[in-house]
């Protein structure tokens, strides 16, 4: 029986009530959002992702979203007024009370029943009893993902891989991590204070700076990439992108491909995104964030952060490595939901008081020689 009505619990994880209306199987026609009068603007949100897919939405306005006995009133109306549809209900959202009103007026009609497993992506049916649960398909990309969770992303930039002058470049800096660490420093000191000038000329380094071995063999890898050209002890850069580059966005690239050499090996992964600008309004101010990659991977966000630079904080004073894991945390639950994964990827190493923080908050870091297996965590990370 082909279902043309999901009836489903708005509440704030859209994931769970997204992914069977895309999926070609069960993708329904129509779909009835019972929602409260605190979830409104997230029934929109939604209505904004389903309507353009092709399923048209309509809602149900649940005054109390614990009053049981109106809840069940309005479902036993809903359910009488639609006898001769084929209906089910997806009983993942909601409250409590407008779970167990829904489910018992449901399966009291004999109308198919089913619940979103949140963490293994699978569709599982509670009545009918005997139903083969459903690996639930991976058809959401990155744009609708953020618009569910009330953010847009901007217009998104091409991007087809490395050069493989870069490709070489970043593979080498980390294979070499031991040799480079203190001199990227110094790089991306010169870089970042070549931002403000039009000439893309850095400020003068001091000769205890560019006379260092380290960094002139590593000056060397960047100039025969043409990247960045040493005079009268200023770097010049090439453009703004090879600017960026050098100031930490090849490891955000690095991420980044080896991502999409991932995508060829594991169909789990289904959209990737680098650079990325999503705003969100949060009451009357338009907030932006910048994520450096993200992408999806059945049906959930994850989220890596990519820095070269040194965090010299104390962990509980705040500081740049307090500030790096309270943003991916933010993000990753603003984002992506309870189920969102987030990650710290750094060219230094990371104090123990950092990474305690970051496992706190359930995030992975990957940083200094663990790079040379980035890949490979990259791999375990997904699952």
Same mark, same amino acid.
């Given at each position: ?15 769970? !009530? ?57 479902? @036993? ?15 993942? =959202?909601?409250?409590?009370?407008? #779970?167990? #009103? ?85 790089? !991306? ?99 932006? !964030? ?10 959930? @966000? ?34 992506? =939901? ?5 990650? @710290? ?21 990957? #940083? ?14 997904? =699952?």
């Amino acid at each position: 029986m082909k279902i043309q009505t999901h009836v489903i619990l708005v509440s704030g994880q859209p994931t769970p !009530n997204i992914t069977p209306a895309l999926d070609p199987e069960i993708k329904p026609k129509h779909i009835i959002m019972l929602v409260s009068p605190d979830m409104a603007r997230r029934a929109d949100w939604l209505r904004a992702v389903l309507q353009p897919a092709g399923v048209t939405v309509s809602q149900i306005r649940i005054e109390n979203a614990y009053d049981i006995e109106a809840i069940r009133e309005q479902l @036993l109306t809903l359910v009488s007024e639609h006898e001769h549809d084929k209906l089910a209900l997806n009983v993942t =959202g909601g409250t409590k009370p407008m #779970a167990i #009103a829904a489910y018992e007026v449901f399966r009291a009609a004999g109308q198919p029943i089913f619940y979103v497993h949140p963490e293994q992506d699978r569709l599982i049916w509670m009545h009918p009893a005997g139903r083969p649960p459903r690996e639930l398909a991976n058809r959401i990309k990155l744009k609708g993902f953020f618009q569910a969770h009330g953010a847009q992303l901007s217009e998104r930039p091409a991007h087809f891989g490395m050069p493989e002058r870069l490709k070489v470049l970043a593979e080498g800096l980390v294979r070499h991590i031991d040799k480079y660490q203190n001199a990227l420093r110094i790089l !991306n000191w010169a870089a970042m204070s070549a931002e403000q000038n039009e000439s893309l000329v850095s400020d003068q380094l001091r000769p205890g700076q560019i006379e260092r071995e380290d960094f002139e063999a590593l000056l060397g890898w960047f100039e025969n990439a043409d990247v960045v050209m040493a005079r009268q002890g200023r770097l010049h850069f090439a453009d703004e992108p090879a600017r960026f580059f050098a100031n930490g966005g090849w490891l955000e690239q690095y991420a980044y491909s080896l991502v999409q050499s991932l995508k060829s090996e594991l169909k789990a992964i289904q959209d990737i995104g680098r650079g990325l600008e999503v705003e969100r309004q949060n009451g009357a101010e338009r907030i932006r !964030n910048e994520l450096d990659v993200a992408f999806l991977a059945e049906n959930r @966000l994850y989220i890596v952060e990519c820095k070269t630079r040194q965090f010299r904080d104390d962990i509980e004073t705040g500081g740049a490595g307090a500030d790096a894991i309270y943003r991916l945390d933010a993000l990753s639950n603003l984002l992506g =939901g309870l189920q969102a994964k987030a990650m @710290l990827v750094s060219y230094q190493p990371l104090s123990t008081a950092i990474q305690d923080r970051a496992r706190a908050y359930g995030i992975l870091t990957c #940083a200094g020689p663990e790079l040379k297996t980035l890949k490979e965590t990259l791999r375990r990370w997904i =699952g």
